[in-house]
């Protein structure tokens, strides 16, 4: 069976959401920055990255539900830093390359990418091989790996991918 994620930009009907899945303890294990956040603290920052002109943010949806979200935060005209975070429930099941994929093909038609880069923790391989599987080049940097990927190229291996500029 073809697994599909679709994307959309995220609006702030997605605000509480994703404060939600930030406060998970599996999620909190895996993100630079360990502790919970209030929802207000939350609020702010949500509604300052919403308006911010250098980040692309998008939802993935498998049918209608989210199953995470990928920030890019622009690092200079064509490169720009991947964040990507799946609920637990769809972690380890495939999605994370799929979803990740069509936020790239979601930025491109967008912007123009020359580079891509995320951190990933050592301490969250998967996350390692989901990027290493979509393409990008690995490189062991001590506590984190640098995952890059060069946007020249035109993507492969598109399966289950779909781009949705609309709400879902």
Not at 33 to 60: K, L, N, S
Not at 152 to 167: I, N, Y
Request: net charge positive; hydrophobic share 40%.
């Amino acid at each position: 069976m073809e697994m599909r994620v679709s994307v959309r930009e995220i609006g702030r009907e997605d605000r509480v959401a994703l404060w939600e899945w930030r406060q998970d303890p599996i999620t909190r294990a895996l993100f630079p920055c360990d502790p919970a956040i209030t929802y207000e603290r939350h609020r702010r920052w949500f509604d300052c990255a919403m308006t911010a002109g250098d980040v692309v943010w998008c939802v993935g949806l498998v049918e209608t539900l989210r199953i995470g979200c990928v920030r890019f935060d622009q690092m200079n005209p064509t490169e720009y830093h991947v964040s990507l975070f799946l609920k637990p429930p769809y972690c380890g099941k495939g999605y994370g390359r799929v979803f990740l994929q069509a936020a790239i093909e979601f930025l491109k038609a967008r912007r123009p990418i020359r580079k891509l880069v995320a951190q990933v923790k050592n301490a969250n391989p998967a996350s390692g091989t989901l990027f290493q599987e979509a393409g990008f080049s690995i490189a062991n940097e001590g506590h984190h790996l640098r995952c890059e990927l060069m946007c020249d190229v035109p993507s492969s291996a598109m399966h289950g991918v779909t781009v949705a500029s609309g709400e879902a």
